[in-house]
């Protein structure tokens, strides 16, 4: 009975890690969804948007996933470290680029269209790419992962969009910054 529990407590664990790496993750869609609502869009595009923020947040992880899982095949236990090394990166990457005003350059695209929402959607989503690769070295419900990550990504972007319609620019740049700083903490925890 004790291992079943501490088989609970460890599937729990991973739900709860999954679900904090997907908010994370979500930052990055939500910040872009403010700025992108403070130029000013229509209800039809922050569904449209947020949607397509959803499917990209659903197949990049799930992509990084299966290549995951075969390098943590390969590699063993070395996994981990790569899987923490990379979300230190990648956390890294966001907050510098919350801080130089890069994804100012994202916002840029026009949101009006179905060719500037496809790049805006899978600019905002390559990082979960990284995150799934990650994952995949130590993951085993690949289903609640992704989607959780595209339920994350979804919601938080109709949320920054319609956010963004009413605040200032300053609070897209700290939802980045936060999320790549979730990314570093975890980064260091499967390091450490």
Request: with cysteine; aromatic share 8%.
């Amino acid at each position: 009975m004790g291992i079943g529990m501490a088989g609970g407590f460890a599937g729990l664990g991973q739900i709860v890690t999954i679900a904090i790496m997907a908010v994370a993750l979500g930052m990055d869609a939500f910040s872009l969804g403010v700025g992108i609502g403070m130029k000013g869009i229509r209800l039809l595009h922050v569904l449209q948007l947020s949607l397509l923020i959803a499917f990209f947040h659903v197949l990049m992880p799930l992509l990084g996933l299966f290549t995951g899982s075969y390098v943590g095949h390969l590699l063993g236990q070395v996994t981990t470290y790569a899987a923490g090394g990379l979300l230190v990166l990648l956390g890294g990457h966001m907050v510098y680029n919350s801080f130089r005003g890069e994804a100012g350059a994202n916002r840029s695209l026009d949101h009006r269209n179905l060719w500037g929402m496809l790049l805006i959607s899978l600019s905002v989503s390559i990082d979960s790419f990284s995150v799934g690769v990650s994952l995949g070295m130590f993951v085993n419900s690949i289903t609640v992962t992704i989607l959780a990550f595209g339920a994350c990504g979804g919601l938080m972007s109709i949320v920054g969009l319609l956010l963004g319609r009413r605040v200032s620019r300053e609070l897209g740049g700290y939802g980045e910054a936060l999320g790549g700083a979730i990314l570093l903490a975890f980064g260091m925890l499967f390091i450490f």
